[in-house]
Each structure stands twice: as structure tokens, then as C-alpha cells.
């Protein structure tokens, strides 16, 4: 075959040159491929540089939204009892023994101390000894001294009705001459003497009985006796310290061989039942505050275990060092968690607004005094004044200056009033 006539043979080896360039290109690049990609990267951020400057960064706005906001005081504070009850010693001695251990439960009358008390049982022993003697006497009067007075006024009674008779013989008899004055005389000494007898007689059982001086002087020594062994009985009873109610020793102050005495607290107990929680309140939040608003708490300990409160106390003066007022709340309904002392948080709701315009509170600039927000608008931040109602736990109620949909910038977002952005809502 005529190779002059056959075009297609003759071209064919003009194609391999192209190949072998391309080849040789893609290895180069190969060769030099971080190169390209620094410069790929760098296109890029100029591009997106230059994005920036016509349409500003992209940003993450919060929606303005309707919904219920609740407004709360937020604080810490700690569980104690209504009150706590300080066990001290009301005699000097010596402590024998102590019987219950910090954090026990104790039950009303239960022994926690005892104190020595053998001079204090030799005391007892003692007034009842005075007792047994004063009841001796009062028996004695009555069973003796007063029946021996009865029987002697009887006999002087017996004796002077013989001297008015012999004195009526006697006056007769020297009245009609018969008689001497000698005999006289005597009948009318005798006549006093009996007089007399029985006047003494009447006066000792008038003494022996229960309204005579005797008497009364018996049942005196008597009460004194009893009154002395009462005390000695009430000492010695003091010398074992029992529990006043049922509740919790949260503290312990004695121990075995402590000399204690009078005013000195050995233990304190709080008392089962009740249980409120205390805080401190920052000034500022005072005029949001009144009884009977109600109250979510949780120990720190259990912080996913909430329980309910109702405020029930503020303190009417306002502590100057920490600028905060103490409040207090009762506990509806103790868990049985709970502990004297034991750290809780405690978010009071003081007011509530339902189905009301809202806007995420770090959105929110110069809360305080002037507040206001950056709105997007149109693609730029544009400064937006608000006038704020309530003030709810991350959220703030929106009296005028929004409406449901509107986009705000959230603070930390670094946009100033006027810049160029695009608004993306979260």
C-alpha cells in the first residue's frame, strides 16, 4: 500500500506529544502541590475578604419570640430547724458518762449525760430524814399532846366546879357568921386556882389543835422538810441530763471526766419536724420580696432532687457589711435528704407574665439604666431602644421597641451599631 495515500497513517504519531506535555504538567504540579494549595487558600480568603466587605460578617442572632416569663431572686443559702435548742448543765459536777454520739436521733426524755451524783443522793437521803421527823411531830400533837390537853381541861373543869361550890359554902357561911375568914379566903384562893387551871388547860388544846401555834409551827417544819427534800430530789435529777424533745444533736461539747457547770452549752439539738431554709438576699432585690411568694430549692449535695418553699420571713433591718437582708422559707415538704446545716440554692418567683414579647437577655445592652439592643435591619445592626418589664432567668419581658420575629445580636457577637452583616437566626 501507497503510504502517500493513506492520510490517517501519517497524523497518528503527532498525537503523543500532547500526552507526554500533559503528563510532564500533572507531575510538576504533583511536585509543587502545597504551592497550590497555599495559593488556592489564599484566592479564597480574598474572596471571602472580599465578600465580607460587600454583604459584612455572618452572625448569629436571637429571635424575638412571645412566651411566659417567670421572675426569680436566685441565692444560696442553708437548712437549719425554726430553732435549736442549747442542753446545759443546771448543777457543778462532774460528768460521769455521755450516752449519745453527734447526729444521733434522740427521743424526748432519753438520757444524754450523766454527772455524779453521790453527795446529791446523801442530800435526799437527808431530807427525808428531816421529812419523817417533822410528819412525826405533826402525828404527835395530834395523836398525843391534844387528847392529854382534852383530858386536863376536863379535870380542871371538874376541879373548879368543887371550888364555886366550896367558895358558895364558905360566902354563906360568913355571911350568916358561921363561918371564919380564914375559911373564906381560901375557898375564893382555890376558886382562882381552878379558874386558872382551866384557862391553861382550854389554851393547850387550843395550841395542840390543827388552828393552834403548836400546830402550825409543826406543819411549817413539816412543809420546810418536804420543800428541802424536793429540792434535794430536783438536784439529783439534774445530775442525768435527758432530752427535751425528739430531734438531732448537730453538736457535742462534753465528754467523760469534764467538770461542767451552770450556762455552759454541753450539746445542741434541733428539734425533728420543721426545717427552713436561710439566705441572704442582695439589697437590690428587697422591693421584689414578699411573704407567701413560693420557691423552688436544691442541695448542692442532690442539685437534680428539687423540693418547694414558700418565703414566710424577711428580716426588717438590712445588714450594712454585705449590703443583704435575711430571709427565710419554710420547707412544704422536708426530703428526707436533708441535713442541719446542708447548702442549698433557692430561685424564689416573684412575679410571672404569660404570653408576653421577650428577648434573650444577652441581647440586652445597659440593662439597668438605658437599656437597648443592636437589631438587624436590612443587613446592618441598627441601634434599637427597649423599655424592659420583667426580668426572668435569661430572658427579659419586652414592654416597647420589639416585635415577635425581629432579629437581635447577642453581645458577644463583636458588631458594632451601623456595621454591615449578614443576620443568620439561631
Known amino acids: 500500500m501507497d503510504m502517500k495515500t493513506n492520510p490517517s497513517i501519517m497524523k497518528q504519531p503527532a498525537a503523543a506529544p500532547p500526552r507526554r506535555a500533559a503528563a510532564r504538567a500533572l507531575i510538576a504540579l504533583w511536585q509543587h502541590k ?53 442542753i446545759g448543765s443546771q448543777i457543778t459536777g462532774t460528768v460521769k458518762d455521755v450516752l449519745v454520739k453527734e447526729g444521733e436521733q434522740v427521743r424526748e426524755g432519753q438520757q444524754l449525760i450523766a454527772i455524779e451524783a453521790n ?8 431530807s427525808q430524814g428531816a421529812v419523817a421527823q417533822a410528819e412525826a411531830r405533826v402525828r404527835q400533837l ?20 368543887n371550888a364555886e361550890a366550896a367558895y358558895e359554902r364558905a360566902s354563906k357561911l360568913a355571911a350568916g357568921g358561921f363561918g371564919t375568914r380564914a375559911t373564906l379566903d381560901e375557898a375564893t384562893k ?17 395550841t395542840s389543835s ?7 409551827m409543826a406543819e411549817t417544819q413539816l412543809a420546810q422538810a418536804l420543800a428541802t427534800l424536793s429540792t434535794a430530789q430536783a438536784r439529783l435529777g ?44 442582695d439589697e437590690k432585690n428587697l422591693g421584689q420580696l414578699a411573704l407567701g411568694q413560693k420557691a423552688v430549692a436544691s442541695a448542692d449535695a442532690y442539685p437534680d432532687q428539687r423540693f418547694n418553699a414558700v418565703l414566710n420571713y424577711i428580716n426588717p433591718s438590712v445588714d450594712i457589711n454585705r449590703a443583704s437582708v435575711e430571709v427565710k422559707l419554710s420547707v412544704i415538704d422536708p426530703p428526707k435528704y436533708l441535713r442541719q446545716d446542708m447548702t442549698v440554692s433557692v430561685d424564689i418567683a ?46 427579659f419581658e419586652v414592654i416597647e421597641g420589639l416585635q415577635p420575629g425581629d432579629l437581635v445580636i447577642p453581645l458577644n457577637a463583636g458588631v458594632k451599631s451601623g456595621q454591615r452583616i449578614r443576620a443568620v437566626a439561631s
Not at 119 to 126: C, D, I, M, R
Not at 210 to 216: F, H, I, L, M, T
Open 142 to 161: 395530834r395523836e398525843l399532846v391534844k387528847p392529854a390537853a382534852e383530858q386536863s381541861l376536863k379535870q380542871a373543869r371538874a376541879n373548879l366546879l
Open 210 to 216: 390543827p388552828e393552834g401555834s403548836d400546830y402550825v
Open 238 to 281: 439534774y445530775a442525768t441530763i435527758v432530752a427535751p424533745r425528739e430531734g438531732v444533736l448537730i453538736t457535742r461539747n462534753v465528754e467523760r471526766g469534764s467538770v461542767v457547770q451552770p450556762g455552759k452549752t454541753l450539746l445542741v439539738l434541733a428539734p425533728a419536724g420543721e426545717s427552713q431554709i436561710v439566705v441572704q438576699i
Open 350 to 395: 416573684t412575679a410571672q407574665r404569660d404570653d408576653v414579647v421577650i428577648v434573650p437577655a444577652r441581647a440586652v445592652h445597659d440593662a439597668m439604666t438605658a437599656p437597648f439592643v443592636l437589631k438587624a435591619v436590612n443587613g446592618r445592626s441598627v441601634v434599637q431602644k427597649v423599655k424592659l418589664g420583667l426580668r426572668g432567668v435569661g430572658y
Open 34 to 86: 502545597w504551592s497550590v494549595v497555599l495559593i488556592v487558600l489564599a484566592l479564597g480568603g480574598a474572596v471571602l475578604g472580599v465578600l465580607r466587605l460587600l454583604f459584612g460578617p455572618e452572625v448569629v442572632a436571637a429571635r424575638v419570640a412571645r412566651g411566659n416569663l417567670v421572675q426569680s431572686v436566685v441565692a444560696s443559702g442553708h437548712i437549719e430547724t425554726p430553732f435549736r435548742v442549747e
Open 190 to 206: 382555890n376558886l382562882d386556882v381552878a379558874r386558872t387551871q382551866v384557862r391553861t388547860a382550854e389554851l393547850q388544846v387550843f
Open 119 to 126: 453527795e446529791l443522793a446523801a442530800n435526799v437521803v437527808q
